[in-house]
């Protein structure tokens, strides 16, 4: 991570940029969450194969369907996660898929 720096500690990471303003901090305690599948709200009532993968965090539903891809033109501190749902302009959530386990789960963060 070309002139970022990182501080790590209690679940949460603080990520800044010398050249620009502000910091990213992204919090999470890395559990592995279960996914489950549910029928969004969006779908239509009539068609029983709409229910899509999904996981619930801090008492909210995210289907995976509302995330994007991080691909190589993100943001360097950004890299290490596997997709992202944001929130506002400033804060969102990103997942990332476990490495070492190939069950249904997956590991969330909250980042602003």
Same mark, same amino acid.
């Given at each position: 991570?070309?002139?970022?720096?990182?501080?790590?500690?209690?679940?949460?990471?603080?990520?800044?940029?010398?050249?620009?303003?502000?910091?990213?901090?992204?919090?999470?305690?890395?559990h592995?969450?279960?996914?489950?599948?549910?029928? $969004? /709200? !969006?779908?239509?009532?009539? %068609?029983?194969?709409?229910?899509?993968?999904? =996981?619930?965090?801090?008492?909210?539903? *995210?289907?995976?369907?509302?995330?994007?891809?991080?691909?190589?033109?993100? $943001? /360097? !501190?950004?890299?290490?996660? %596997?997709?992202?749902?944001?929130?506002?302009? =400033?804060?969102?959530?990103?997942?990332? *898929?476990?490495?070492?386990?190939?069950?249904?789960g997956?590991?969330?963060?909250?980042?602003?």
């Amino acid at each position: 991570m070309s002139g970022y720096s990182i501080v790590k500690g209690h679940g949460r990471w603080v990520v800044t940029h010398p050249e620009k303003v502000g910091t990213v901090t992204v919090i999470g305690n890395g559990h592995v969450r279960d996914l489950e599948y549910a029928v $969004p /709200d !969006w779908a239509d009532g009539d %068609d029983e194969n709409a229910a899509e993968e999904c =996981f619930t965090y801090r008492g909210d539903v *995210y289907f995976l369907s509302e995330f994007l891809r991080i691909d190589k033109n993100a $943001p /360097d !501190w950004l890299q290490q996660f %596997d997709g992202y749902s944001s929130d506002s302009f =400033f804060s969102g959530v990103v997942v990332k *898929y476990p490495a070492d386990e190939y069950d249904d789960g997956i590991r969330v963060y909250t980042y602003y």
